[in-house]
């Protein structure tokens, strides 16, 4: 049996990306609603990946689909809240990644909600897999946790 999922503190990740939440990520209940957190370890992940150069999302040959998510939540994250999304590779595979995140609100010690988000890289028009272009290898070093 797998251990039960806890919060992380901000050392467990590699890279941070500083994300602000907006009045409409709020749900009735007055927390971030749970598809917020996706949508943020999306944001997380491609903003890092076009910073680092490594990622034409109009015309580059090779894109990242998204095959895989998982999230767990230990504590709420609301509106006018900031969320510092961790970031570090948990696996590197020939033509996959898998990315582990965890979401920060504001100044808090412990994540929030902790995920995986698996991208598969792919020819941009015959969406087959390809191996993880060099320029992405280069990238994704800096955010290994146990370099290959």
């Not at 990740?13 to 996706?38: C, K, P, Q, S």
């Not at 230990?74 to 696996?91: C, D, K, M, W």
């Amino acid at each position: 049996m797998s251990e039960r999922p806890h919060p992380l503190p901000r050392s467990h990740f590699l890279r941070f990306e500083t994300i602000a939440t907006r009045w409409m990520d709020n749900d009735a209940y007055g927390h971030v609603n749970n598809v917020v957190h996706y949508s943020l370890f999306d944001t997380a992940v491609n903003r890092y990946l076009i910073e680092a150069g490594a990622l034409d999302i109009h015309a580059g040959a090779v894109i990242g689909l998204v095959v895989e998510t998982r999230c767990h939540y230990f504590e709420s994250i609301a509106f006018p809240q900031t969320v510092h999304a961790g970031l570090r590779v948990a696996h590197r595979g020939r033509t996959s990644v898998q990315y582990e995140l965890g979401l920060f609100a504001d100044d808090a010690p412990l994540s929030a909600a902790v995920g995986r988000f698996v991208h598969v890289y792919v020819d941009r028009e015959t969406r087959r897999p390809v191996p993880l272009p060099d320029i992405l290898l280069a990238a994704l070093a800096p955010l290994q946790a146990n370099p290959a």
